[in-house]
């Protein structure tokens, strides 16, 4: 069975240009996180959806970022304009229970780089 | 200020030594998972914890959830050079019962 899959792997844009992270979680999940992962602060979550509801996007950094899940089988993060501090490793994650127990289930992370 | 601290944060020791990576809070938790990651990849579960004193076994490693739950540890026997990675602690609080909560981490580094 397919993981969680995560596009692109590698995104490299300037300051200002828009970013938009792709996510497909793992079929019969029902909630999906997204994770920021920087040496810094490490992984955070940003946000997360429970039946394509997002429940709790207080880890959002601020309005440059935003996020979407239009159906179960797709997610996107959005950044614009981006900046450099957003440079970081973009993880989803996916899991077929309660978001508080369940294994979390990570794709392969997709790496920003703003210059 | 992390809520979940791990120590230590980097760890280099050689093939067949033993170690212990340790993870602490001031919260109670009412469950505590740990993960492995490696360069390239997304973290990979381990074990979770759910009830206090627990200690669970898997091959070479153990893990035990504090009496209070505040706290866990990893504890690897005669470690080995795939065992080399960034090891994860995650709690949910009972207090927010949602939110999965991550720790810095703990960089193994097995030398063989």
């Known amino acids: 069975d397919a993981g969680v899959i995560q596009s692109p792997r590698h995104e490299v844009t300037e300051m200002g240009q828009e970013v938009t992270l792709r996510c497909k979680p793992i079929?019969?999940?029902?909630?999906l996180f997204w994770y920021r992962q920087t040496m810094m602060r490490g992984l955070e979550l940003l946000i997360y959806f429970n039946n394509n509801v997002p429940i709790d996007d207080s880890g959002m950094p601020e309005d440059r970022f935003s996020a979407k899940m239009p159906n179960a089988s797709f997610s996107t993060l959005k950044i614009q304009p981006s900046e450099p501090r957003d440079s970081a490793v973009y993880f989803c994650?996916?899991?077929?229970?309660?978001?508080?127990?369940?294994?979390?289930?990570f794709g392969e992370g997709s790496r920003l780089t703003v210059l | 200020t992390q809520l979940l601290e791990q120590s230590p944060q980097f760890l280099s020791i050689q093939e067949g030594e033993n170690l212990t990576v340790y993870c602490n809070s001031s919260?109670?938790?009412?469950?505590l998972q740990w993960y492995r990651q490696e360069p390239g990849e997304g973290p990979v579960l381990l074990v979770t914890?759910?009830?206090?004193?627990e200690v669970k076994k898997l091959k070479r490693l153990t893990f035990q959830f504090g009496d209070a739950r505040k706290d866990s540890s990893l504890h690897i026997t005669a470690a080995q050079p795939g065992d080399t990675g960034l090891y994860l602690c995650a709690g949910a609080l009972e207090t927010s019962g949602s939110r999965l909560t991550f720790g810095e981490g703990t960089q193994l580094t097995v030398n063989p």
């Open positions: 079929s019969g999940h029902n909630s």
């Open positions: 994650a996916s899991t077929p229970r309660g978001a508080n127990t369940g294994e979390l289930f």
């Open positions: 919260s109670v938790f009412s469950s």
């Open positions: 914890v759910v009830t206090g004193g």
